[in-house]
């Protein structure tokens, strides 16, 4: 077997490998002498199969598996005599190979950049601190009491307004046949809440007890049930009973209420949890300002497969869902030669573009620091991650678990990120880092119009503070105590929300 370099420019490297017809037909030989001492084939005793028997019925099997095992052979000693370092899957091509002929093959490969680190020791680290905020544990307490006073039932006769708590019963129909999931007996809706389809609430304003109302309403293009999607219904609601909302206390009922002995211990739970919350924020305050200090000094060339990979990722979030394509690749469906940005224009290709350079270039550093400097995720590391997301779903915790352990890719995406996390650990040991205070307001600020746009569209909070490439992750500008009495009932019927 013969190995020629052939490509060497860049990250790129090809190689040629030349298997010869004489030593495909010397290792299918020896293949065939060594199955024709075992085989067992009808007619003849076992060891006494002529070879003529043995490669008719074995020949072009043994011969395929020969070739196969030596392109492999080849391939693995291109990368290991050369010293290789592979970004991506290497690609094995046959070029040009006949019966009774040489086998010629190509080896693409691309290869992990070689860069320096810098003196972690030297690096100078901002990380921010927040002192205890009585003012935002009081106005969360006021919020709590607020969104948690009593309902009054209004005695007197008169007509609902906004804020007001309706009790019915409703039914809806479309072209006047009622539909499943419709109706509801004894629901309280709080008329300005927005739990209903736009235009349900507002009909019911002007309505008194005992009245029978029928609200006019058309479902959403977008709505989840295809079938009422863009229809237009009539919900036939008997008002039963209006109630009011009393006077917000805060006070010692209003922990009971909300599962708390007395007030102190909610407003020390709500100051807990507002500290969690920022600890995040502030987490990912500091290690923005890591990655910062890293990408001031890496200039290396990416590789295009990991280049491309985190393009796509970068493309397909900046893209408006409704612009979203579905394409079915089959198993190449994620190939790094397909391109996702067919929605953007070419400044917002440009900055993805800027965005993923300097991803993989940081991915890229930390992973290296992490390997220089032997950290390693444990076991117990991967079971506390997993532990942490069982936690997120109350009620599914064993199944949640169950999935992870019998999901390795699984566990290894949860691998990835505990991984960075340490090693932002070992950076901050190391570094020369500063303390300096700042306020909730700073700390959830949105960038500024020359700062990065989001590479990633933030969590679901209205609140949440948008993502910059490598920058803060989405928080919560005001972080808010959980709770849990204070949920509105939740409404199963069509007319909800969705």
């Known amino acids: 077997m013969k190995i020629t370099e052939t490509l060497n420019e860049g990250l790129n490297r090809s190689y040629e490998i030349l298997l010869t017809a004489a030593e495909i037909d010397e290792k299918a030989a020896a293949k065939l002498t060594e199955i024709a001492g075992t085989a067992s084939i009808p007619g003849f005793r076992p060891g006494k199969v002529p070879m003529s028997v043995v490669k008719g019925r074995f020949g072009e099997q043994v011969k395929g598996d020969v070739i196969r095992t030596s392109l492999d052979d080849g391939a693995k000693d291109a990368i290991e005599s050369n010293g290789l370092k592979l970004a991506s899957q290497p690609k094995l091509d046959i070029v040009s190979f006949e019966d009774g002929a040489d086998l010629t093959a190509t080896l693409q490969c691309e290869v992990m950049p070689d860069f320096s680190l810098p003196d972690l020791s030297a690096l100078s680290i901002t990380r921010p601190t927040l002192p205890a905020n009585e003012a935002e544990v009081d106005e969360t307490m006021t919020r709590l009491a607020d969104e948690n006073r009593p309902s009054i039932l209004v005695e007197k006769k008169r007509k609902s307004k906004m804020g007001d708590i309706v009790k019915m019963d409703f039914t809806g129909r479309v072209d006047g046949t009622a539909f499943e999931g419709g109706a509801a007996e004894g629901h309280m809706l709080e008329l300005g809440s927005n739990s209903f389809i736009p235009g349900f609430e507002e009909g019911l304003v002007g309505a008194s007890a005992g009245e029978t109302v029928d609200v006019t309403v058309t479902f959403p293009e977008e709505y989840q049930a295809e079938h009422l999607a863009g229809k237009e219904a009539v919900f036939e609601c008997v008002v039963q009973e209006l109630h009011e909302k009393g006077d917000a206390s805060l006070d010692d009922s209003l922990a009971t209420k909300l599962g708390f002995e007395k007030l102190s211990d909610l407003r020390d739970a709500v100051a807990g949890q507002l500290a969690g919350q920022h600890a995040q924020g502030l987490r990912q305050e500091v290690k923005k300002n890591i990655l910062d200090v890293l990408a001031?000094?890496?200039?290396?060339?990416?590789?295009?497969?990991?280049?491309?990979?985190?393009?796509?990722?970068?493309?397909?979030?900046?893209?408006?869902?409704?612009?979203?394509?579905?394409?079915?690749?089959?198993?190449?469906?994620?190939?790094?030669?397909?391109?996702?940005?067919?929605?953007?224009?070419?400044?917002?290709?440009?900055?993805?573009?800027?965005?993923?350079?300097?991803?993989?270039?940081?991915?890229?550093?930390?992973?290296?620091?992490?390997?220089?400097?032997?950290?390693?995720?444990?076991?117990?590391?991967?079971?506390?991650?997993?532990?942490?997301?069982?936690?997120?779903?109350?009620?599914?915790?064993?199944?949640?678990?169950?999935?992870?352990?019998?999901?390795?890719?699984?566990?290894?995406?949860?691998?990835?990120?505990?991984?960075?996390?340490?090693?932002?650990?070992?950076?901050?040991?190391?570094?020369?880092?500063?303390?300096?205070?700042?306020?909730?307001?700073?700390?959830?600020?949105?960038?500024?119009?020359?700062?990065?746009?989001?590479?990633?569209?933030?969590?679901?909070?209205?609140?949440?503070?948008?993502?910059?490439?490598?920058?803060?992750?989405?928080?919560?500008?005001?972080?808010?105590?959980?709770?849990?009495?204070?949920?509105?009932?939740?409404?199963?019927?069509?007319?909800?929300?969705?």
């Open 296 to 498: 001031e000094g890496a200039s290396f060339e990416v590789p295009q497969s990991l280049y491309q990979s985190e393009y796509n990722t970068i493309a397909r979030s900046m893209t408006p869902p409704e612009q979203q394509h579905n394409h079915d690749h089959g198993e190449d469906a994620h190939d790094h030669d397909h391109v996702e940005d067919g929605a953007l224009d070419d400044a917002q290709k440009a900055e993805a573009s800027d965005i993923a350079n300097r991803r993989v270039r940081l991915g890229l550093m930390l992973t290296e620091i992490g390997q220089q400097n032997n950290i390693q995720i444990s076991e117990e590391d991967t079971r506390r991650a997993v532990i942490e997301q069982a936690r997120r779903y109350p009620g599914q915790e064993q199944q949640v678990m169950e999935y992870y352990q019998n999901n390795q890719d699984a566990m290894q995406q949860l691998a990835g990120p505990l991984f960075e996390e340490k090693v932002i650990d070992f950076i901050l040991e190391l570094a020369k880092v500063t303390d300096v205070e700042t306020t909730v307001e700073a700390l959830y600020a949105e960038p500024d119009a020359t700062a990065a746009k989001p590479a990633k569209k933030a969590a679901a909070k209205k609140s949440a503070a948008k993502k910059t490439a490598a920058k803060k992750e989405a928080a919560p500008k005001k972080a808010a105590a959980k709770k849990p009495a204070a949920k509105k009932a939740a409404t199963k019927k069509a007319a909800t929300k969705k």
